[in-house]
């Protein structure tokens, strides 16, 4: 397709660089005779696409003005650009003329057509090869995987998205699917600000928990133990009370779960949950406990998530199930010997996809209100009952019957994450609704319907085998055995730092050996999969001497000596918690 000149060899490089953007291009209908029709040279003697209407995409406006304004400030060999819409290439182009070679450009095509007309104008196969360039298929799943690749950008540069403004003269896709990226770029940016300022508090609580999570337990025994039977999740939300004296006058047949911090709420209704999960990483969950009646609480299981701040763990008055999340050691060492959940980011999230897991015939949300009516944010006795908020951080809604409802930016994004979850589980979701929050994936019941769907009932003998598979939880399992890696780490760590202390002395003249050198440490920082968790931010800090720099100053090796000898200290102490052997003998 003379045209198309660079068509055929993009396509070919796509299904060599980038499969899952082949494999979604070659599913597509492809409408050809639009490929033929639809291009021309327009008023200004430029390539252009003719749009539905018969008008050009660049009638009016020369590309050239649409992106002299798409600049990259500062950092931009350590950023990335994330494009929606390449047209013929316009954009895409400038971006990638524009910025250095460390500079990631993703680009995302709505339009399967408009993609293969902007990849017949350029070759982009040296821009793939080098892996400056990456096309992202509308797929969020695919999106997801892309964003989490550009950590380095997020810490030492910025991430900037681009919605191409004459792509959004085709359809409303384009701003539809520009929403969706900026949705998961947000969620990222939080993701990465917990774990670059938490990962080592909540690794270091895995580790503190270890030698317990051993004796604890395992949740395996509940892999799809709720065949037959409703689940019914209690939040803190203010419908709480309005429907927990009903319930618990007339709980029906169903399994009560709850969040440990709703423990307190949840009595002051009359339920008794038949057992909560605790998921929260930090010491300000002890709060619970002042509201806790322990007494009341001692026959109720915590499922906790061995991110559990271990004082939080200890204080608590019943027995204890241990939950292994991902973004720990559980994500690589201990999959073989624990089954490793993804927890999600907040304990809404944790209930539905544990109860979806455990293979409930349906769940039913109650006091889920994501919003409240006047000033009552939460149920009596949760601990953020009677909280106030900065009008900075509220959001104004209407419920179903149009009446106004104050949320929070927190709240709803907790909703759409919960909504995002939904379409994912397979298990129906019910919600008691009590003039909250409408949550989409769900099917708003009111007590009536309840009773009359049958929501609280089971299939007989089927809560008795839940309870016993909640029993057999509690049995001991064997350790796995870990060795030693303090003694090898600090040989060659030590090794390396002599060898750059050596080459800084003639900074100019070595400055290849040293990032070679500082990449080599990068390297052997990542090898191992059971410190992978423990060592990220260390690891972080060694890919900006790697990957985000291009010249050293003498400044660079004082920072790499801390980051050394921090690596050390976190080696040295993992090998001392993992090691179950030392602490029998020392026991």
């Given amino acids: 397709m003379?045209?198309?000149?660079?068509?055929?060899?993009?396509?070919?490089?796509?299904?060599t660089y980038n499969p899952p953007l082949y494999a979604w291009l070659s599913s597509q209908d492809i409408d050809e005779e639009k490929l033929t029709q639809c291009l021309f040279k327009n008023r200004w003697d430029v390539l252009d696409w003719k749009m539905e209407n018969g008008k050009g995409m660049f009638e009016a406006m020369m590309p050239n003005f649409i992106y002299n304004e798409w600049k990259i400030p500062d950092r931009a060999d350590t950023s990335a650009t994330f494009i929606i819409g390449c047209n013929l290439g316009y954009g895409l182009n400038s971006v990638l003329m524009k910025t250095p070679d460390?500079?990631?450009?993703?680009v995302s095509e709505p339009n399967p057509v408009m993609l293969l007309a902007c990849l017949g104008q350029t070759d982009y196969r040296p821009f793939m090869k080098s892996g400056k360039l990456h096309f992202c298929p509308v797929d969020e799943g695919s999106l997801?995987?892309?964003?989490?690749?550009?950590?380095?950008?997020?810490?030492?540069?910025?991430?900037?998205?681009?919605?191409?403004?004459p792509s959004q003269q085709l359809g409303p896709e384009y701003a539809k699917w520009s929403a969706t990226v900026r949705n998961k770029m947000e969620s990222f940016t939080v993701e990465m600000t917990t774990l670059r300022l938490k990962q080592d508090v909540m690794v270091g609580n895995e580790l503190e928990n270890?030698?317990?999570s051993v004796s604890d337990g395992t949740i395996s025994t509940l892999k799809n133990a709720g065949a037959g039977l409703g689940a019914v999740i209690l939040g803190a939300g203010p419908s709480?009370?309005?429907?927990?004296?009903?319930?618990?006058?007339?709980?029906?047949?169903?399994?009560?779960?709850?969040?440990?911090?709703?423990?307190?709420?949840?009595?002051?209704?009359?339920?008794?949950?038949?057992?909560?999960?605790?998921?929260?990483?930090?010491?300000s969950m002890l709060r619970v406990y002042d509201q806790?009646?322990?007494?009341?609480?001692?026959?109720?299981?915590?499922?906790?998530?061995?991110?559990?701040?271990?004082?939080?763990?200890?204080?608590?008055?019943?027995?204890?199930?241990?939950?292994?999340?991902?973004?720990?050691?559980?994500?690589?060492?201990?999959?073989?010997?624990?089954?490793?959940?993804?927890?999600?980011?907040?304990?809404?999230?944790?209930?539905?996809?544990f109860l979806d897991w455990c293979g409930f015939n349906h769940i039913l949300l109650v006091g889920q209100d994501f919003a409240w009516k006047g000033k009552i944010s939460h149920a009596l006795g949760h601990q953020n009952a009677g909280a106030t908020f900065p009008e900075s951080a509220l959001v104004h809604l209407k419920n179903e019957d149009g009446e106004d409802l104050t949320s929070s930016i927190q709240y709803m994004t907790s909703k759409r994450e919960m909504e995002d979850d939904l379409k994912q589980i397979k298990t129906p979701v019910y919600n008691l609704y009590g003039g909250g929050a409408l949550i989409n994936g769900t099917r708003n019941v009111d007590m009536q319907k309840v009773n009359m769907k049958g929501i609280l009932s089971s299939a007989p003998g089927s809560m008795d085998y839940f309870l016993t598979a909640l029993n057999m939880a509690r049995t001991p399992r064997p350790a796995p055995v870990f060795d030693s890696r303090c003694q090898k780490w600090n040989v060659s760590i030590r090794n390396a730092t002599k060898k750059l202390e050596k080459l800084f002395r003639?900074?100019?003249?070595?400055?290849?050996?040293?990032?070679?050198?500082?990449?080599?440490?990068?390297?052997?920082?990542?090898?191992?999969?059971?410190?992978?968790?423990?060592?990220?931010?260390?690891?972080?800090?060694?890919?900006?001497?790697?990957?985000a720099k291009t010249h050293y100053e003498p400044k660079d090796l004082p920072h790499f000596k801390r980051i050394a000898k921090k690596t050390i200290k976190k080696v040295r102490y993992m090998d001392r918690?993992?090691?179950?052997?030392?602490?029998?003998?020392?026991?």
């Avoid at 910025?158 to 191409?164: A, C, G, N, P, V």
């Avoid at 709980?251 to 008794?272: D, E």
């Avoid at 440490?521 to 992978?532: A, S």
Wanted: proline letters at 5%; glycine letters at 6%.
């Fill in 144 to 165: 997801m995987n892309i964003i989490k690749d550009l950590d380095l950008q997020f810490v030492y540069g910025k991430i900037y998205l681009r919605l191409d403004m």
């Fill in 210 to 212: 270890y030698s317990r």
């Fill in 506 to 547: 003639k900074l100019s003249k070595n400055q290849a050996e040293i990032h070679k050198t500082f990449y080599d440490v990068y390297f052997f920082l990542r090898q191992d999969p059971l410190y992978l968790p423990y060592l990220y931010n260390e690891i972080l800090d060694m890919a900006g001497l790697a990957r």
């Fill in 102 to 106: 460390s500079h990631k450009v993703i």
């Fill in 240 to 283: 709480l009370a309005e429907f927990g004296p009903e319930l618990a006058e007339n709980p029906g047949n169903a399994i009560y779960v709850t969040a440990l911090q709703t423990l307190p709420a949840v009595q002051k209704t009359g339920i008794k949950p038949h057992f909560c999960i605790g998921l929260d990483y930090n010491d």
């Fill in 2 to 15: 003379s045209a198309y000149p660079f068509l055929k060899e993009n396509i070919e490089a796509l299904e």
């Fill in 577 to 587: 918690c993992l090691s179950l052997e030392n602490k029998k003998i020392a026991a």
């Fill in 292 to 353: 806790l009646d322990s007494e009341w609480a001692k026959d109720i299981p915590l499922i906790y998530s061995t991110k559990l701040d271990h004082k939080v763990l200890e204080a608590y008055p019943g027995p204890t199930i241990p939950m292994w999340t991902l973004g720990g050691l559980g994500t690589f060492a201990l999959n073989q010997h624990e089954y490793v959940f993804d927890a999600g980011s907040n304990v809404s999230n944790t209930l539905n996809r």
